[in-house]
């Protein structure tokens, strides 16, 4: 099983500053990995796969990065319809497994 | 416009079993890889499930022997039925969709379950 480990638990950004989030795998994750955006009563929302592809319906201002254990979520100037709580993900092997989460918050 | 609309959830006994439900419109869930998804409130996902490439299922540890996800493509729903349910396995179940392998860009709203005397 591959463990992710995400840092910061909670992340405190004023509007329009830069947050950058990371998600440590136990093992390499060549390019299954995938970043999600949940708002409280909403299902998660997909933001990031293959480590740095965005959707077509996802902001440029969303960006991941990273390679073999150490992956970045980066948003580079907040909105307030950001802050939420951010999860990884890989699909690299059974069984699919996902971050515990970082908790975007106003400063 | 996709949607994924999960029933059948609710408050059952220890040791009870229930069937979740999840209809699609919007896509197919023969072309679709599949897949249960949980919730404890207030706490983070967990991958429960997935069906992918005709009728291959996967499952958690934690699950495996007591769930069993299969899908109806005439009726394009895709069901999970749950047995010898836990205190543990009490949870929002949300149904996800992909057409790539295994990141969800579609889900349901989810669908509570809360299994308690």
């Known amino acids: 099983e591959i463990i992710l480990t995400q840092s910061p638990a909670t992340l405190s950004v004023s509007l329009g500053e830069r947050a950058t989030l990371s998600c440590r795998a136990s093992?390499?994750?060549?390019?299954?990995l995938a970043w999600y955006q949940q708002k409280p009563g909403q299902a998660p929302r997909l933001l990031i796969y293959?480590?740095?592809t965005r959707p077509t319906d996802i902001p440029a201002r969303f960006s991941g990065s990273g390679s073999g254990t150490e992956f970045t979520l980066t948003i580079s100037s907040l909105q307030s319809e950001d802050f939420a709580v951010y999860y990884c993900?890989?699909?690299?092997?059974?069984?699919?497994?996902f971050g515990g989460g970082t908790k975007v918050e106003i400063k | 416009e996709v949607h994924l609309v999960e029933t059948g959830g609710g408050l059952i006994q220890p040791g009870g079993s229930l069937r979740l439900s999840c209809a699609a419109s919007?896509?197919?869930?023969?072309?679709?890889?599949m897949a249960w998804v949980r919730q404890v409130p207030g706490k983070g996902l967990e991958w429960v499930s997935a069906?992918?490439?005709?009728?291959?299922?996967s499952y958690v540890d934690s699950v495996k022997g007591r769930f069993t996800i299969s899908r109806d493509n005439s009726k394009n729903t895709l069901y999970l039925q749950m047995n010898s349910l836990r205190a543990e396995d009490t949870a929002v179940y949300y149904c996800?969709?992909?057409?790539?392998?295994?990141?969800?860009?579609?889900w349901g709203q989810g669908i509570l379950v809360t299994v308690s005397s």
């Open positions: 993900q890989q699909y690299k092997i059974w069984p699919l497994t």
């Open positions: 293959g480590i740095s």
């Open positions: 996800a969709a992909t057409l790539r392998w295994l990141n969800f860009d579609n």
């Open positions: 093992q390499t994750v060549p390019k299954q």
């Open positions: 069906i992918f490439n005709g009728a291959n299922t």
């Open positions: 919007g896509l197919s869930i023969s072309a679709n890889y």
